[in-house]
Nanobody, 115 residues
Framework: QVQLVESGGGLVQPGGSLRLSCAAS????????MGWYRRRPGKQRALVAR???????DYADSVKGRFTISRDNAKNTVYLQMNSLKPEDKAVYFC?????????WGQGTQVTVSS
């Protein structure tokens, strides 16, 4: 059974930082492209950052220079380091695992940026 379990969300003040983690099980993690998506209030889910199995990365323009995605294949975990958080970063953040015809999603973790 495939599981993606996100953690690290919460409430943070503008300008603050959070690190999200996504622990994967039930997949050959090192062969999957991993991504973080978010669904902001009233918006559709959208890509935030992605890291391929070969560790190439891609970011949404809105988070470039502030967010960093990384992976630890030994721990089957992908991370999203979020710095300089803004109120508009408030969203539910989802972990995604993608490989050929297979794609899996986590349940999401809430991030709220507010003073």
């Amino acid at each position: 059974q495939v599981q993606l379990v996100e953690s690290g969300g919460g409430l943070v003040q503008p300008g603050g930082s959070l690190r999200l983690s996504c622990a994967a099980s039930g997949i050959m993690f090192s062969t999957y492209d991993m991504g973080w998506y978010r669904r902001r209030p009233g918006k559709q889910r959208a890509l935030v950052a992605r890291i391929t199995f070969g560790t190439a990365t891609d970011y949404a323009d809105s988070v470039k220079g502030r967010f960093t995605i990384s992976r630890d294949n030994a721990k089957n975990t992908v991370y999203l380091q979020m710095n300089s958080l803004k109120p508009e970063d408030k969203a539910v953040y989802f972990c995604n695992a993608d490989h050929l015809f297979y794609t899996y999603w986590g349940q999401g973790t809430q991030v709220t940026v507010s003073s």
